[in-house]
Structure formats: C-alpha cells, structure tokens
C-alpha cells in the first residue's frame, strides 16, 4: 500500500475518532427528542449550553473531544514510545492525567464511573491488570483503534493479545473485551482496503468469535465476568447484515431488540446505549447504511445516548474507510489539537514509528485544554448570571 494512502486512513482513523467523539460530547445522556427539541438536527460542534441549561458540568468546550479520545492518544503514545502494549506505563499515564484531583477527575474530561473506580484502584497501588471492573461498557472499544494502526501489517493474533492487554486494565467483562478486539479488528480489515461489502460483517463476526472462545480459555486467571454471554458480539455483529434491508427505524428497533438478549445491567432502550452489544453493532449499522463519513457521524450522534463515544468508535471506522480527506473541513478546522492527534495518527503507520519531536506533550496539553474548556464553562454561567440578573431587574 501506498504510504501517502497509509496516512490518509491513519488520519482519518484518529482525527475521525476525535471528530465523532466532540461531536457528540456535549449531547451525551440526551435523547434524540431532547436534541431536535434544542438544536433541530446537529451538523457542527456545539456547547451543550442550549441542552444542558441548569448542568453546567455539562457544558463542553465545542471542537473538544472527551476521555474517549484522550485514552485513545495514551494507548497510541504507549505504542509509539515502547512498540508495545504496556499496562503498568498506560496506568501511569492514567493517574498523572487525573491529577491533581478534581471534580472531574483532574484533566480527565467526561469520563464515567467505570473508569472513576479504576483509577482510584491505581491510585492504592492495585497492579493494573487486576483493576478491570465488571462492566460490558463501551469504554475499552472507544479507545482501541490506535492499536489496529500500529499492528495493521502483523497477524491479527498479535493485535487481539494487544488489545486484550490495553483491555484489561479497565474491564474484565467478555462482552467489553469482546467488543474492543470486535472494533480493532474492523478498522484494521478497513485500514487494509477491505470494502463494505456485506460479507465484512461475517468475516469479522467470525473473527471476534474465535476470539471470544480464546478469551475464555486462556483469560481464567482474570477473573472474566460475563461467561454466560460468550459469544454475545459475534452473534449481534452477524445480525447486522439482516438489519440492512430494514427501514431505519425497524432496524434501530431490532438493534436494541438484539442487544436485550445478551444480558444488559439497564433496560437498553437505545441502539446507542453504553453496552457494547448494543453500541457496536449499531456503529457498524450506521456504516453500512450510509454513503459518507458525514452522513455516518451526523446519523449517529443524533441519536443520543452515549453519543460521544458512539460518535468516537463509528469516527474511527468510518474516517478509516473513507479516509482523511473525507472529512468534512468544518469539523477539521474546529477541532482543538488537531495537529497533535494527526502526528500521532502518522507515526502509528511510519515505517519507523515513533514519536516525532514536533509531537506536543500529552498530558501538558490535555491540561492545558481541560483548563481552557473549565475558563469557558465559568465564562458561560458568569454570563447567564447576568443575564438573569438583568431579567429579575426589568421585572422589578
């Protein structure tokens, strides 16, 4: 393959990810009621202000990504600074991030409870890989495709054991470990030229369920939760290619339908809810269904739900298959640390890869970012607290 068609895939894996996950940011938790009802349909980044009026926290610098994308870059410095998967550097990286503690977990921007509790675990010395929590979230899949550029040309037994590695520091479940191995190996079949043809959904579901069974042959000292799902993704990712002759709505119905028979903790009333037998087959639906990265991204942040991350894991495959200059020059242009992903994207598929020494620090940036988005956040309530103070004076 062509070493520029290389970087065109690579950036437009990463900056792809980056791009759906600010996105849909400040739309997470929303239903796609809520989001027509505030914004009509959502086609450029957003502060949340209009969504979220009484939740500050909410409130999102636009052109930001969340905790989706800034594990995603930890995992690819990782791989750029030691060729390989490191649990107990990665863990590091978590916990520097984290501090100094604050109400959102230091620079550690919109991460959930999951991640909350494995950080804590890290900060008592727990050793990384006994950390993973009982979760079949999607957070070990929203950060994996870095990891399916660097090993696009080695065998895909050498990235499933390196996302295995990268996995378990923060879930144990099949399903959430399933699902990372189900979106790294998708992105590097598309990183590889593989076209959309439906036979993609069956090779891949087939992938993943060898996967899933050495998962639990060889995994029994982590403690794997989930077992009675074991082939739960496999079996959802197959389900999708039946999904594409179905009108839309019928298919985001049979989606969550699918999705409630592999044991969610919550009642699954979205395609997009944070379970990755849900969330993942409907990314992969959304990227069958349309003809665009454009049209994939709008699709599936619109939907609500965990929408940051939907946006970050189908932003991944999609600017992969599609590429870098697909993406629309808006969303590129709005994007904050945009040239720092876009190195790292680059560096991942090099024939030497290793971090470039124009590379901006990470953790000094994802800092230094958090600080401006908190600047903006105070701003916007100083400024509505006037605005509600004139309000009361005129009334008065």
């Known amino acids: 393959m062509a070493q520029r068609l290389r970087f065109d895939r690579a950036r437009g894996t990463l900056l792809g990810l980056a791009v759906g996950d600010a996105l849909g ?19 450029d980044y957003v502060n949340g202000v209009r969504a979220w009026p009484k939740k500050p926290f909410r409130w999102r610098s636009p ?18 600074r030691h060729h390989s998967i490191q649990p107990n550097w990665i863990a590091n990286a978590y916990v520097e991030l984290a501090n100094p503690r604050g109400l959102h977990l230091g620079a550690h921007r919109g991460a959930g409870k999951t991640f909350r509790r494995v950080v804590e675990e890290l900060e008592k010395g727990t050793l990384p890989l006994q950390c993973g929590q009982d979760s079949a979230g999607i957070g070990a899949a929203m950060r994996i495709a870095p990891l399916a550029l660097y090993y696009m040309d080695q065998p895909l037994e050498s990235l499933r054991d390196a996302v295995i590695k990268a996995s378990l520091v923060t879930h144990r479940d099949i399903r959430s470990l399933a699902g990372a191995i189900a979106v790294a190996y998708a992105v590097q079949r598309l990183a590889r030229g593989e076209s959309r043809e439906p036979s993609f959904l069956f090779k891949l579901a087939h992938d993943v369920a060898q996967a899933e069974d050495f998962l639990v042959q060889n995994h029994s000292d982590h403690s794997l939760t989930g077992r009675d799902h074991r082939r739960s993704i496999s079996i959802a990712i197959a389900h999708v290619e039946s999904m594409l002759e179905l009108e839309r709505e019928q298919a985001y119905i049979a989606l969550i339908e699918e999705a409630r028979r592999h044991g969610p903790d919550q009642d699954c009333r979205r395609p997009t809810h944070g379970f990755a037998p849900a969330l993942i087959p409907c990314s992969l639906y959304v990227l069958f269904s349309t003809e665009s990265f454009e049209d994939a991204i709008t699709e599936i942040v619109n939907l609500g739900g965990d929408a940051d991350t939907a946006g970050a894991i189908l932003g991944a495959m999609a600017g992969t298959h599609y590429g870098h200059s697909a993406i629309p020059t808006r969303w590129l242009d709005g994007l904050q640390n945009r040239d720092g992903i876009a190195r790292r994207a680059e560096s991942l598929v090099a024939p030497n890869p290793q971090l470039s020494t124009d590379t901006p620090d990470l953790i000094g940036t994802e800092r230094q970012l958090s600080e401006l988005e908190t600047s903006l956040r105070e701003s916007l309530m100083a400024r509505r607290q006037s605005e509600d103070d004139l309000g009361a004076n005129r009334r008065r």
Do not use: F, K, N
């Open 25 to 43: 940011a400040p739309l997470e938790g929303l239903t796609l009621q809520q989001i027509r009802s505030a914004y009509g349909t959502v086609v």
């Open 63 to 80: 052109g930001l990504y969340s905790d989706d994308t800034q594990q995603a870059l930890i995992l690819a410095e990782c791989l750029l």
